[in-house]
């Protein structure tokens, strides 16, 4: 008669197993963050690493199972495991098949508000100096929708883009007009303190299909002091701008950003029920950055990363909190993270990726004409550091600008699957290269990673956004749902 | 003057482990390395702002060289691994590149 076999004659022996590419980050309280070359993740005992490494688990096991689910090993026989981080490999590298989909028109560089971490460095007056001819703007139209990409975004930025916007309402149907030719598609932005919004602007949006970006950084009095204007009224202007736009154009057409200047520290609850109050759809809790006159002003050195990720880790569980309770309502960032984490879909965020979005994701073209690899590099030139200059719209394509030498050596030089730190960093695969910040910081496009705030500020966040996945099957289903 | 020296052998510490730590530390102090006798001398001098004592310095850095250590072995177990991933995720892309453009 046959008998059963015992639970031994079917439990992989675990000298079959092989290492697949792995990274840990320890957590300081005796575990460790294991994640696969793709990033996907497991929070661990210390010892339980060094087991995994030495392929001393148990058959069955549930650490075992966790390192066969995570792909941290593989059977010695199972090519299909090399086969399914390949492809994945291959998704979520694809951001490069669509490359330049973000092109920034700065159609002036006057602005009327007197903002004291202003990053473009604005200028108050001279309108024929500072405004976008419309020659430059149908120029940098055309040599936008020259990039590979079949659909396009076109932002217009500025200073403050409305004190222009004979010229916005002149090259939209233009661009309009030369994506059909191009057999492409376009999408429009226009981020604007909105305090020059009229009537007509709203019509024109409408009409266009226009998505406004506004700023808003919290109440009356801390949005006042940190966008001071000419009558003290910045927030009584951006709160009506918003509410008529939204009423015009829809809730989902308006959107707004915050930035965090020392005054916002300890009052982001606040910050965050304005937002709410107003109905907006989500909000980004941005630190301060290293340009314009933010750095002028020594705005940018009076808070340290350490008190951003205190800011940033309690609005977001002020944020789970509300999400809890039925109101749907995103930290953008922190979605755009587990979008990351969780799937392999590309975000397009171009400061979250390598090989970085200088040039590749972003084009930025200047009121006067030239072309920059990054927002963020045009705000040093108007510091006086033109290292992210790629060159001038007269004479140059979009190939000529992104097959630069200077661009090639600058995203080659930053790579994070190649730098120090970066390259055994279980963070990785969700981080980015972010050349301008470290140029601008440390003067390098690589920087040295341990000194990086922009690297502290990565860690700090995935660290803890690993833990909430972890520890809070509450907090867990609610990111997964802002990564959907 | 360093203020803390630590002493690893040459025969079974390596060097490239040594110098990735060393990169790891610098947010603490800094480190200097030299051989002799058959002895990698590492020197840890604290940041100026680091408000770590000498024997956390220490147990930092040590810290530091074991989780090298560790990352060495498996990258050295795995790097063969890892060519093959890379070869079979751009492979591919480059033969559907080809088969696109003819």
């Known amino acids: ?484 | 003057m360093a203020d803390v020296v630590l002493e690893f052998a040459e025969a079974s510490q390596s060097i490239e482990a040594l110098r990735a730590a060393a990169y790891r530390f610098i947010g603490d102090g800094s480190c200097q390395i030299d051989l002799m006798s058959g002895l990698y001398r590492c020197a840890l001098v604290p940041a100026r702002n680091s408000k770590l004592g000498d024997a956390d310095l220490r147990e930092r850095f040590l810290a530091l060289v074991t989780d090298e250590n560790l990352r060495e072995s498996i990258a050295e177990k795995t790097q063969a691994t890892r060519d093959v991933i890379l070869a079979l995720a751009f492979g591919a892309l480059a033969e559907a590149q080809t088969a696109e453009h003819g």
């Open chain 1, 1 to 484: 008669m046959a008998k059963f076999r015992t639970s031994a004659a079917f439990e992989a022996a675990t000298d079959d197993l092989d290492l697949l590419p792995i990274r840990f980050e320890r957590l300081g309280d005796g575990r460790v963050i294991v994640a696969n070359m793709l990033g996907d993740m497991a929070i661990l005992a210390s010892g339980d690493l060094e087991r995994i490494v030495r392929l001393d688990m148990a058959a069955g096991s549930e650490l075992y199972a966790t390192a066969a689910e995570k792909m941290f090993v593989r059977r010695k026989d199972q090519l299909s495991s090399l086969q399914i981080l390949a492809m994945r490999l291959r998704s979520r590298m694809g951001f490069l098949r669509s490359p330049t989909q973000l092109h920034i028109l700065v159609v002036t560089l006057r602005c009327e508000h007197s903002c004291p971490y202003c990053q473009v460095s604005r200028r108050s007056t001279d309108k024929d100096r500072y405004d976008m001819a419309p020659e430059t703007a149908e120029r940098a139209v055309l040599t936008a929708l020259s990039s590979p990409s079949g659909r396009i975004k076109i932002e217009f930025q500025g200073g403050e883009p409305l004190l222009n916007f004979e010229l916005i309402r002149h090259i939209v149907p233009f661009a309009k007009q030369a994506a059909v030719a191009a057999k492409k598609e376009v999408d429009f932005v226009i981020t604007s303190n909105l305090a020059l919004l009229t009537d007509e602007i709203l019509e024109f949006c409408q009409e266009h299909s226009i998505l406004l970006s506004t700023s808003l950084d919290g109440p009356a009095d801390l949005h006042n002091k940190n966008r001071p204007r000419p009558g003290g009224n910045s927030h009584e202007l951006a709160v009506q701008g918003i509410q008529r736009a939204q009423q015009a154009l829809g809730r989902d057409r308006v959107g707004a950003l915050m930035t965090t200047t020392q005054a916002s520290l300890g009052r982001v609850r606040e910050i965050i029920d304005e937002y709410v109050r107003l109905d907006l759809g989500g909000i980004f809790l941005r630190p301060l950055s290293p340009y314009g006159f933010a750095v002028k002003t020594k705005q940018f050195t009076k808070y340290d990363t350490a008190e951003w990720l205190e800011f940033y880790e309690t609005g977001l569980r002020y944020i789970l909190q509300l999400n809890r309770v039925g109101r749907y309502f995103p930290e953008f960032y922190t979605a755009l993270l587990m979008r990351r984490m969780l799937t392999d879909r590309p975000t397009g965020f171009v400061d979250l990726r390598s090989p970085a979005g200088v040039g590749l994701g972003a084009l930025v073209y200047n009121y006067d004409g030239k072309v920059f690899a990054a927002d963020e590099g045009r705000m040093l030139a108007e510091m006086g550091d033109r290292t992210f200059e790629l060159g001038d719209l007269p004479e140059e394509t979009y190939s000529s600008l992104v097959l630069s030498d200077k661009l090639v050596d600058m995203v080659g030089a930053s790579l994070t699957q190649c730098a120090p730190q970066c390259s055994t960093c279980a963070f990785e695969p969700h981080c980015g290269a972010d050349p301008v910040y470290h140029h601008a910081t440390q003067g390098d496009p690589v920087g040295i990673k341990p000194l990086s705030g922009f690297c502290a500020r990565q860690k700090g966040v995935f660290g803890l956004l690993v833990r909430l996945l972890d520890e809070s099957p509450e907090d867990a289903a609610i990111l997964r749902r802002w990564a959907s």
